[in-house]
Structures are given as structure tokens and as C-alpha cells.
């Protein structure tokens, strides 16, 4: 668990860097939302997806509904904070120059 945690927060704050790299935008969006399945990583998958939306917001315009959809299904089993984050993430497709 602590290495997916450690991993998860990596992403999160190389998410600039991922930018220049948006080959591994998809498998970093899958590691992530793996996450949010498991109770010690789901804070950690809701900050790095809101820093990964945050700077890669126009590569990751294909994912809106995805994760609308996510955040649909999802957000009853989470926490309010990372509830919050989430809907953060998904808001940073409609005002990607927030923050």
C-alpha cells in the first residue's frame, strides 16, 4: 500500500513534467484512479489527479466525461476532502487557468 500511496503523490507532483510526456498520460491516469479503490491510496489519487488535470488540462480534454462519469459512480464511497479534489480535477477543464 505505502508504494502505491508514494507512487500516486509522485505523479501528482511530476505532473508538469508529464506535460512534455503525454505519451504516459493515460497510464498515469489509470495507475491513479486504481487508487481511489483502496482507502489508504484514495487521498493520494484524488491530489495527483487534480494536479495532473491541472497541468495537463488540454491533453486530457478527451477524459472529461470519463471522469465525470468516475466522479458519478465514484464520489459516495469516498471522503468529502477527496471528494472535493475530484471535483477540483474536473474543474480545471472548464477553468483551466484556476489554481
Not at 26 to 41: A, K, L
Not at 44 to 73: I, M, R, V, Y
Not at 82 to 96: Q, R
Amino acid at each position: 500500500m505505502l508504494h502505491s500511496y508514494t507512487v500516486t503523490l509522485i505523479i501528482g507532483r511530476y505532473a508538469p513534467w508529464s506535460k512534455s510526456h503525454p505519451e504516459i498520460l493515460q497510464t498515469q491516469i489509470e495507475y491513479i484512479v486504481r487508487g481511489f479503490s483502496d482507502d489508504e491510496v484514495c487521498a493520494a489519487s484524488a491530489l495527483a489527479l487534480k494536479h495532473l488535470t491541472k497541468a495537463c488540462d488540454t491533453l486530457l480534454a478527451n477524459s472529461l466525461q470519463s471522469l465525470l462519469d468516475f466522479h458519478a459512480t465514484n464520489s459516495h464511497k469516498m471522503k468529502f476532502e477527496d471528494i472535493l479534489e475530484v471535483t477540483e480535477a474536473i474543474g480545471m477543464f472548464s477553468c483551466p487557468n484556476s489554481g
